[in-house]
């Protein structure tokens, strides 16, 4: 009974975040995410910290490590693609990682409490490998700092 409270607490906090109002004309939802990752110099910092709270709580509900590096990287994809301008702002509106986790977090509660996960196709995108999303992470951080040094050195240099 605990896990379905928390999980429906889960789901309204990430609706909140990701598609409280929907975009008249479309299915498409935007919520406080996106619009605090418009705020210049560390709106997408903010929008993570909120979101590694749905991650802090699927830990305390015992979701598996594997699920939580996704969810992590869920975050880390969002924070970073997110944090570059204008493209960056509209990424945020359609990647969601806030729905995305708490439906990993359902998919695990509903289909898979108490089990050893070796296969969590079921839980991401694809195949999920350590290594690769912390190579895949790696290069966005890297390319992130080059783009903002290459905003910074344009917006001095004359």
Do not use: H
């Amino acid at each position: 009974m605990k896990k379905a409270i928390a999980l429906r607490e889960l789901r309204q906090f990430s609706d909140f975040l990701d598609r409280a109002i929907r975009i008249p004309g479309t299915s498409q939802g935007i919520g406080l995410d996106p619009l605090i990752g418009l705020i210049p110099g560390g709106g997408d910092l903010w929008g993570a910290v909120l979101a590694a709270y749905i991650v802090f709580r699927s830990l305390q509900l015992g979701v598996p490590k594997k699920l939580l590096l996704i969810m992590t990287y869920n975050i880390v994809i969002d924070t970073v693609l997110g944090s570059v301008p204008i493209f960056g702002d509209l990424f945020d509106v359609f990647w969601q990682a806030n729905v995305k986790n708490v439906d990993i977090l359902e998919s695990y509660l509903s289909d898979c409490e108490g089990e050893d996960i070796n296969n969590i196709k079921n839980y991401s995108a694809g195949n999920f490998s350590g290594k690769g999303c912390l190579i895949f992470t790696a290069v966005l951080f890297v390319t992130s700092i080059i783009v903002l040094a290459l905003i910074i050195i344009v917006s001095f240099s004359g």
